[in-house]
């Protein structure tokens, strides 16, 4: 277990290292820069005087090491779109909009999906299972944003009972938590839905029935059970998906979330703000894969890791 988790660890540090060079050399590929947007285009000696200030004057390989460099120190620079604030104040303010969304959306999608592929297995083939069925399809086929657009239309404009976007209160939650809930909830009932069909048909369910063992019984200790590796393989990484944040959603219901701030950051050229972030979601994904891998060893006493 220790040796399989220092070369995950590892190939997860080589894996950052490429992400960073990649992503490094792909900015500073597009025209532009960060003093050459807006409306107002800066004189050319204040712009040669930020690009001095900022160090964009010296040549890339010197600026790559210079954040590689602020990362180690875990300083990360500051935001030249937003100079009187560090990048790691910046993710502080938005990344935990993000994840209390993502955590609601979260909540649930896991109970929810979960019900509805059990409830479709079991129910296989009825008119229960094509009602199942259809609210998973739809929420992993329908963009989050039409879905983002429905709640509004239904619950903020025909029904005005909630706020069409903003922050500040609970209200503000309700409806971009469900648009965040729609597509891992689908998800998730699929996958339920196939892993406990495939279980009920293995010979260990066959015997189980043959000896007289309740049918619910059969369900919930081995077809759910043994149903629970496949889920672990799309159900972890949702996390580091929904905590990074939702770009549409966001910016639909106006909430100041880090998907939103990420695209900002994007148009703005803002270099440490889009490294960093980028670098903080492979970490993420690298380390919530790690998890996976190690809790399947866990469920399943047959894995074994090394």
């Given at each position: 277990m220790i040796g399989f988790v220092s070369r995950r660890l590892l190939s997860l540090f080589v894996t950052l290292i490429i992400v960073s060079v990649v992503v490094f050399i792909m900015m500073h590929s597009i025209?532009?820069?960060?003093?050459?947007?807006?409306?107002?285009?800066?004189?050319?000696?204040?712009?040669?005087?930020?690009?001095?200030?900022?160090?964009?004057?010296k040549p890339l390989v010197i600026q790559y090491f210079n954040y590689v460099k602020s990362v180690f120190t875990l300083k990360f620079g500051r935001s030249y779109q937003n100079p009187g604030e560090t990048v790691l104040e910046l993710?502080?303010?938005?990344?935990?909009?993000?994840?209390?969304?993502?955590?609601?959306?979260?909540?649930?999608?896991?109970?929810?999906?979960?019900?509805?592929?059990?409830?479709?297995?079991?129910?296989?083939?009825?008119f229960i299972d094509y009602?199942?069925?259809?609210?998973?399809?739809?929420?992993?086929?329908?963009?989050?944003?039409?879905t983002s657009m429905l709640l509004m239309l239904i619950f903020a404009i025909w029904l005005p009972i909630l706020p069409t976007g903003g922050w500040g209160s609970w209200q503000h939650l309700i409806l971009p938590s469900i648009a965040y809930a729609t597509m891992p909830t689908g998800m998730i009932a699929r996958y339920t839905r196939s892993s406990i069909l495939?279980?009920?048909?293995?010979?260990?369910?066959?015997?189980?029935?043959?000896?007289?063992?309740?049918?619910?019984?059969?369900?919930?200790?081995?077809?759910?059970?043994?149903?629970?590796?496949?889920?672990?393989?799309?159900?972890?990484?949702?996390?580091?998906?929904?905590?990074?944040?939702?770009?549409?959603?966001?910016?639909?219901?106006?909430?100041?979330?880090?998907?939103?701030?990420?695209?900002?950051?994007?148009?703005?050229?803002?270099?440490?703000?889009?490294?960093?972030?980028?670098?903080?979601?492979?970490?993420?994904?690298?380390?919530?894969?790690?998890?996976t891998d190690v809790l399947y060893a866990v469920v399943d006493p047959r894995v074994r890791l090394d």
């Open positions: 025209p532009g820069g960060p003093f050459s947007l807006g409306k107002m285009p800066l004189p050319e000696e204040v712009k040669e005087k930020l690009k001095a200030q900022y160090g964009l004057d993710i502080g303010r938005t990344f935990p909009v993000s994840a209390l969304l993502g955590g609601i959306g979260l909540i649930i999608a896991f109970p929810l999906g979960l019900g509805l592929g059990l409830i479709s297995a079991v129910n296989r083939n009825s009602i199942t069925t259809t609210v998973s399809i739809y929420g992993i086929s329908v963009p989050r944003y039409v495939e279980a009920l048909n293995k010979p260990y369910t066959k015997t189980a029935r043959a000896k007289g063992v309740p049918e619910w019984r059969i369900i919930l200790k081995h077809a759910l059970r043994n149903a629970a590796v496949p889920l672990l393989t799309i159900s972890l990484p949702l996390v580091s998906g929904f905590l990074t944040g939702s770009i549409f959603i966001e910016k639909i219901f106006r909430v100041p979330g880090l998907g939103k701030f990420f695209v900002t950051s994007i148009f703005n050229r803002d270099y440490p703000v889009i490294m960093t972030l980028l670098l903080m979601m492979a970490l993420m994904l690298g380390v919530t894969f790690l998890i």
